[in-house]
């Protein structure tokens, strides 16, 4: 009996192996891109529920310690010190005309970062962090009206409101360069 290579048996073997191995190595042509998913940080303000894009959320902090400033908007809660960093706390029931219940000891700070500026939000609660497709994000609600529609990246179908982060920081309005005459 003659031995013979498995070349030799079945010339075509090597061919289709590496065909397959050719076509195994390809990217899928349908692979869902990184890119269509948002993670977004939930949390409650007013009864009403939004969200942040993790990428710009830097910690959630307890309220505590908060030192309030004089001579600013009324949206501006006052300043904290986490860990050494003096940061001023943006109430967005005022910034955005919403009904107020009082502080407690249950409100977060959400640290976010961006465009140069860190700041706190403050939230009534954080519920989590989760993952949505950035293609379910509608347009505004209609009772979504004024402000809150300035800053909006859009509401999923279980409305969620998604908040533009990026446009809130360039806003000129929670910049405040205000001098006080000492007479």
């Given at each position: 009996?003659?031995?013979?290579?498995?070349?030799?048996?079945?010339?075509?073997?090597?061919?289709?192996?590496?065909?397959?191995?050719k076509a195994l190595a390809r990217p899928p042509e349908h692979a869902p891109?990184?890119?269509?998913?948002?993670?977004?940080?939930?949390?409650?303000?007013?009864?009403?529920?939004?969200?942040?894009?993790?990428?710009?959320?830097?910690?959630?902090?307890?309220?505590?310690?908060?030192?309030?400033?004089?001579?600013?908007?009324?949206?501006?809660?006052?300043?904290?010190?986490?860990?050494?960093?003096?940061?001023?706390?943006?109430?967005?029931?005022?910034?955005?005309?919403?009904?107020?219940?009082?502080?407690?000891?249950?409100?977060?700070?959400?640290?976010?970062?961006?465009?140069?500026?860190?700041?706190?939000?403050?939230?009534?609660?954080?519920?989590?962090?989760?993952?949505?497709?950035?293609?379910?994000?509608?347009?505004?609600?209609?009772?979504?009206?004024?402000?809150?529609?300035?800053?909006?990246?859009?509401?999923?179908?279980?409305?969620?409101?998604?908040?533009?982060?990026?446009?809130?920081?360039?806003?000129?309005?929670?910049?405040?360069?205000?001098?006080?005459?000492?007479?």
């Amino acid at each position: 009996m003659k031995h013979e290579s498995p070349n030799a048996i079945m010339p075509d073997a090597a061919q289709i192996l590496r065909a397959r191995a050719k076509a195994l190595a390809r990217p899928p042509e349908h692979a869902p891109a990184a890119a269509t998913l948002l993670e977004v940080l939930e949390f409650r303000v007013a009864q009403e529920r939004y969200a942040l894009e993790t990428r710009y959320v830097r910690e959630v902090y307890p309220l505590k310690d908060l030192t309030p400033l004089p001579c600013t908007p009324p949206f501006v809660l006052g300043i904290v010190n986490v860990r050494g960093r003096i940061l001023p706390v943006l109430d967005l029931k005022k910034f955005f005309d919403l009904t107020e219940q009082g502080l407690t000891d249950l409100h977060r700070i959400i640290l976010i970062e961006g465009n140069g500026l860190e700041l706190g939000l403050l939230a009534d609660a954080t519920v989590g962090v989760r993952s949505i497709p950035a293609d379910s994000l509608q347009p505004s609600l209609p009772t979504l009206t004024g402000i809150r529609g300035d800053y909006l990246k859009g509401v999923t179908a279980e409305r969620l409101v998604v908040l533009d982060v990026a446009r809130i920081l360039a806003d000129p309005k929670i910049i405040v360069h205000e001098e006080v005459d000492n007479l």
